[in-house]
């Protein structure tokens, strides 16, 4: 895959992916944990280092939600801090929008990646994958067609890419027989997709 700008202009990775996901959706908080899940890093201390830089410039606000700790019998409700970009930086809309401009492009990288989990015969991207704008999509972001897919590698491949752009990407799997008869009846999930701005990154089908 190509090379991430942002990693590289500020010769972090770690940072590159936490700034993508704290400036992706406005006013969204995430606890410590979600954003070492979502930035796919190891270390908690690695994430507790880069939000108190960021905190230290301004450019973060902090607060307390209530969430569920332990199992069974032991469940209890705690406070956990959450982090969100702080909109009230006067730095915060330039941030955001030199962030969004420096998005990974879609390219063949991603089907390199996807053709370790089965015989690919169609890719397509659309919504999250298309939209720099950080908008809210209710439909699928990436239609993959194949044959004897694993989904786990599938999954794998995928989170890796949100953590790079950070944002969920929402899919679906299909066999190229379903794909076929979802595309004959004219199914919602399919037009959904096809009736909007998308992207073909790979077609070996050949039914569009």
């Not at 895959?1 to 704290?22: C, H, V, Y």
């Not at 796919?40 to 994430?47: D, G």
């Not at 420096?102 to 053709?115: A, F, H």
Request: net charge neutral; charged share 30%; hydrophobic share 40%.
């Amino acid at each position: 895959m190509q090379k991430d700008f942002l990693s590289e202009f500020l010769g972090n990775q770690a940072r590159a992916r936490i700034l993508r996901l704290l400036t992706a959706v406005a006013d969204t908080e995430y606890t410590l944990d979600e954003i070492r899940k979502k930035a796919q890093m190891k270390s908690a201390a690695a994430v507790q280092r880069e939000l108190t830089v960021l905190a230290r410039l301004g450019l973060l606000k902090t607060g307390l939600v209530e969430t569920e700790s332990g199992t069974g019998t032991k469940m209890k409700i705690v406070q956990a801090k959450v982090w969100a970009l702080d909109r009230e930086h006067p730095y915060a809309q330039a941030l955001r929008l030199f962030v969004r401009d420096t998005q990974q492009p879609i390219d063949e990288g991603v089907v390199s990646e996807l053709r370790r989990s089965g015989k690919l015969r169609l890719i397509i991207a659309s919504g999250r994958f298309l939209d720099a704008d950080g908008g809210v999509h209710d439909g699928i972001d990436l239609i993959i067609v194949g044959e004897n897919m694993n989904e786990s590698k599938v999954q794998g491949t995928l989170r890796t890419i949100e953590a790079d752009r950070g944002r969920e990407i929402l899919y679906a799997i299909f066999s190229p027989k379903e794909f076929k008869f979802r595309l004959d009846v004219q199914d919602r999930l399919i037009r959904d997709v096809l009736d909007y701005p998308h992207h073909i990154l790979f077609d070996k089908l050949n039914v569009l």
